[in-house]
């Protein structure tokens, strides 16, 4: 199993970053496919999620903002993040979910860093 993000970089507030998370070694399509950022001290966040089906979430601070999208055929999950602020600098891990049987994978995570 691989979770493999990229995308990440140095950004100026009000820019624009898209993030690429690409599976591989599990069934694609029946996973929960989400993306979490995490600064150091503090807790792992939900930033969006997508389920199998298409239905999306965001957490309040990115409403908006960000858009999380998924292209089955390519096993891929996008983060398209607009109007970026200096806040959103962290690093975003990929996560994939299912349940019964439960599975949970991460990514190795990619920087975003936000600064002019």
């Known amino acids: 199993v691989q979770l493999v993000e990229s995308g990440g970089g140095l950004v100026q507030p009000g820019g624009s970053l898209r993030l690429s998370c690409t599976a591989s070694?599990?069934?694609?399509?029946?996973?929960?496919m989400a993306w979490y950022r995490q600064t150091p001290g503090k807790q792992r966040e939900l930033v969006a999620a997508?389920?199998?089906?298409?239905?999306?979430n965001y957490a309040d601070s990115v409403k908006g903002r960000f858009t999380i999208s998924r292209d089955n055929a390519k096993n891929t999950v996008f983060l398209q993040m607009n109007s970026l602020k200096p806040e959103d600098a962290a690093v975003y891990y990929c996560?994939?979910?299912?349940?019964?049987?439960?599975?949970?994978?991460w990514g190795q995570g990619t920087q975003v860093t936000v600064s002019s």
């Open positions: 070694g599990f069934t694609f399509t029946i996973y929960a």
């Open positions: 996560n994939a979910k299912k349940l019964h049987p439960t599975a949970d994978y």
């Open positions: 997508i389920s199998s089906g298409g239905n999306t």
